[in-house]
């Protein structure tokens, strides 16, 4: 059913409380903070073990970064790698991007050295925010480089700077591994010295920056995302495009009195909107866990009086394993939603048996600037992607013709909406390829598959790109594959997604070994070895050997075969 023709059927069930669309600010993301900093100058913006980040300090601090970036050479349009796990410094590092007029590339804290390059070669990184941690990954990939193509400065952040000074309460600290992960600072070379500087430092020089200049449809961030083939691609979002879902709070009640467990990876579409962008926009606090563990969650959302917690259904799997989850303190959990795979039928209905809590999923993707649908709290729908949300026109037409149909009706979804990215980063091929138009508006090709009820709620069905969901986090088999042939013992690899219990897929490789290496090199080899390459999440938990893979005529790798023989199709 087109809009041009009658009214969507999610307009009739569309919740009172809210307008259908959103009177979005002409102004930036760095605004925003400039806005709540002047609003709530003492409250809590961020909170990290106990340890108290306010506005007022937070605007102050990605002031001096921002300074400092300008010294070293940032300037309007410029793209600054941002590269480390959920932290205080985290949010400060992305203000100080937009104050200094720049654009973010957030980067997966999980990637390998052999993975980071393409973060500098493709955006044409010269500035790269990280951790400690994770310093000598980018001084690695570096060092690989070309001279004309390395990052110049490396601005280097400590997890425990922003942690208490003395004892942490109990209640909210971390477990022993993981404090011992936070307070570690792995020593670099002196090369890697001589082109890095602390966070603590450039803190300390209070460099006042340049006016703020950047507009509203100024490019703001370059997400990468994969594909079916090829290397990762940046997709490029406005403060325009980003703004319009930071400003969306509303439709889980989010405002100044919400404090939002962040979990979620910062890095990521989804934890960057909620918990860096939409906290900032309504005044909210946030406390911050840069890793997950079951039982620090559990104290937190106690002790902290959680109020909203967006997170990807294994969590609450995995808390609901915890010995102890009857122990903890939901009361004040007023909203529970999110993404990435289904809710199990069960644990929703423990969460409303046990804690009165409806688990609200939503949809949406990387080029959506994360939510494009979502289930309105109040009336949500188990296993269900939700309705389209403020301004977002979503239909269902058939993936080869791009016809529109009927209800009910299997087909790929495509949206049009005020938080639609603007395009690939130096792909215009790809850009073109990814939207189509229908009733004189520009609509994007999400590649899922789904069906839309008589009532408007879109349900996914399968997948038309070629994707492994392993506990939220998309894998790309194209990207692995290129990876596993670095492997001196592989000829030939084909990846797939296996069905797991837990992680809803798992990633398993099916391998042809080279001649000398049957035999000689084992299945935990391989295993191992891409621990060591690539994210740990794109990594294969399963590998099978085999004489030959599957082709056709053409010589094309038959993946869809191997993934039939694996038991169906992949999970959607």
């Given at each position: 059913?087109?809009?041009?023709?009658?009214?969507?059927?999610?307009?009739?069930?569309?919740?009172?409380?809210?307008?259908?669309?959103?009177?979005?600010?002409?102004?930036?993301?760095?605004?925003?903070?400039?806005v709540t900093a002047r609003r709530y100058p003492d409250k809590a913006a961020y909170l990290f073990f106990g340890q108290v980040l306010s506005y007022s300090q937070l605007h102050e601090q990605a002031r001096a970064?921002?300074?400092?970036?300008?010294?070293?050479?940032?300037?309007?349009?410029?793209?600054?790698?941002?590269?480390?796990?959920?932290?205080?410094?985290?949010?400060?590092?992305?203000?100080?991007?937009?104050?200094?007029?720049?654009?973010?590339?957030?980067?997966?804290?999980?990637?390998?050295?052999?993975?980071?390059?393409?973060?500098?070669?493709?955006?044409?990184?010269?500035?790269?925010?990280?951790?400690?941690?994770?310093?000598?990954?980018?001084?690695?990939?570096?060092?690989?480089?070309?001279?004309?193509?390395?990052?110049?400065?490396?601005?280097?952040?400590?997890?425990?700077?922003?942690?208490?000074?003395?004892?942490?309460?109990?209640?909210?600290?971390?477990?022993?591994?993981?404090?011992?992960?936070?307070?570690?600072?792995?020593?670099?070379?002196?090369?890697?010295?001589?082109?890095?500087?602390?966070?603590?430092?450039?803190?300390?020089?209070?460099?006042?920056?340049?006016?703020?200049?950047?507009?509203?449809?100024?490019?703001?961030?370059?997400?990468?995302?994969?594909?079916?083939?090829?290397?990762?691609?940046?997709?490029?979002?406005?403060?325009?495009?980003?703004?319009?879902?930071?400003?969306?709070?509303?439709?889980?009640?989010?405002?100044?009195?919400?404090?939002?467990?962040?979990?979620?990876?910062?890095?990521?579409?989804?934890?960057?909107?909620?918990?860096?962008?939409?906290?900032?926009?309504?005044?909210?606090?946030?406390?911050?866990?840069?890793?997950?563990?079951?039982?620090?969650?559990?104290?937190?959302?106690?002790?902290?009086?959680?109020?909203?917690?967006?997170?990807?259904?294994?969590?609450?799997?995995?808390?609901?394993?915890?010995?102890?989850?009857?122990?903890?303190?939901?009361?004040?959990?007023?909203?529970?939603?999110?993404?990435?795979?289904?809710?199990?039928?069960a644990v929703a209905q423990r969460l409303l048996d046990e804690f009165g809590l409806t688990f609200a999923e939503g949809y949406g993707l990387t080029e959506t600037a994360a939510p494009s649908h979502a289930n309105?709290?109040?009336?949500?729908?188990?296993?269900?992607?939700?309705?389209?949300?403020?301004?977002?026109?979503?239909?269902?037409?058939?993936?080869?013709?791009?016809?529109?149909?009927?209800?009910?009706?299997?087909?790929?979804?495509?949206?049009?909406?005020?938080?639609?990215?603007?395009?690939?980063?130096?792909?215009?091929?790809?850009?073109?390829?990814?939207?189509?138009?229908?009733?004189?508006?520009?609509?994007?090709?999400?590649?899922?598959?789904?069906?839309?009820?008589?009532?408007?709620?879109?349900?996914?069905?399968?997948?038309?790109?070629?994707?492994?969901?392993?506990?939220?986090?998309?894998?790309?088999?194209?990207?692995?594959?290129?990876?596993?042939?670095?492997?001196?013992?592989?000829?030939?690899?084909?990846?797939?997604?296996?069905?797991?219990?837990?992680?809803?897929?798992?990633?398993?490789?099916?391998?042809?070994?080279?001649?000398?290496?049957?035999?000689?090199?084992?299945?935990?080899?391989?295993?191992?070895?891409?621990?060591?390459?690539?994210?740990?999440?794109?990594?294969?938990?399963?590998?099978?050997?085999?004489?030959?893979?599957?082709?056709?005529?053409?010589?094309?790798?038959?993946?869809?075969?191997?993934?039939?023989?694996?038991?169906?199709?992949?999970?959607?």
């Open positions: 059913m087109s809009e041009s023709n009658a009214a969507a059927p999610h307009h009739k069930i569309w919740p009172k409380r809210l307008p259908r669309e959103l009177v979005v600010p002409r102004t930036t993301l760095w605004f925003n903070l400039e970064i921002a300074g400092w970036l300008q010294s070293v050479g940032v300037g309007p349009g410029d793209n600054v790698a941002l590269f480390m796990q959920n932290c205080p410094q985290f949010a400060t590092a992305c203000y100080a991007v937009w104050c200094a007029n720049a654009v973010l590339v957030p980067v997966n804290p999980m990637n390998r050295a052999e993975e980071f390059k393409h973060y500098i070669i493709d955006p044409g990184t010269r500035v790269v925010i990280c951790s400690a941690d994770l310093a000598p990954i980018v001084h690695a990939a570096n060092d690989a480089l070309p001279q004309a193509e390395r990052v110049r400065h490396v601005l280097v952040a400590r997890y425990s700077d922003a942690m208490p000074a003395g004892p942490i309460d109990p209640q909210q600290a971390p477990p022993a591994t993981m404090e011992q992960w936070l307070r570690s600072e792995p020593a670099l070379d002196a090369a890697a010295h001589a082109q890095s500087t602390r966070w603590a430092d450039a803190l300390a020089l209070r460099l006042a920056p340049g006016p703020h200049t950047a507009q509203p449809d100024d490019l703001a961030m370059l997400p990468y995302t994969s594909g079916t083939t090829g290397l990762p691609k940046g997709c490029m979002h406005t403060h325009a495009t980003l703004m319009s879902n930071a400003v969306g709070g509303q439709w889980s009640h989010a405002g100044p009195e919400t404090v939002g467990l962040a979990v979620v990876p910062m890095f990521h579409i989804t934890g960057m909107m909620y918990s860096v962008l939409g906290s900032a926009y309504v005044g909210s606090t946030c406390v911050i866990m840069p890793r997950w563990d079951r039982e620090l969650a559990g104290r937190l959302l106690s002790h902290c009086r959680v109020t909203h917690w967006t997170c990807i259904p294994t969590m609450v799997i995995d808390l609901f394993a915890s010995p102890n989850y009857r122990s903890f303190e939901l009361s004040s959990l007023r909203n529970l939603s999110g993404g990435g795979a289904a809710m199990p039928q309105p709290p109040e009336r949500a729908k188990l296993q269900c992607l939700g309705i389209p949300i403020f301004g977002v026109d979503s239909r269902i037409v058939d993936p080869i013709t791009l016809h529109e149909l009927p209800l009910g009706e299997a087909g790929e979804i495509v949206t049009h909406g005020p938080m639609l990215f603007k395009g690939y980063w130096r792909h215009p091929q790809a850009t073109a390829e990814a939207f189509i138009e229908l009733d004189g508006k520009s609509f994007f090709r999400t590649g899922d598959l789904g069906r839309m009820d008589d009532e408007g709620y879109f349900f996914m069905t399968d997948r038309l790109k070629r994707m492994i969901n392993a506990s939220g986090f998309k894998v790309w088999p194209a990207e692995v594959e290129a990876l596993l042939y670095r492997h001196p013992a592989v000829q030939e690899a084909c990846v797939i997604g296996a069905r797991d219990s837990y992680r809803g897929e798992t990633v398993k490789a099916v391998v042809v070994l080279r001649e000398q290496a049957v035999g000689r090199t084992s299945a935990q080899d391989i295993i191992e070895w891409s621990h060591a390459q690539m994210a740990a999440y794109k990594a294969p938990r399963i590998v099978e050997f085999v004489d030959a893979l599957p082709k056709s005529g053409s010589g094309k790798v038959m993946w869809r075969v191997l993934q039939d023989r694996e038991g169906g199709q992949a999970v959607p």
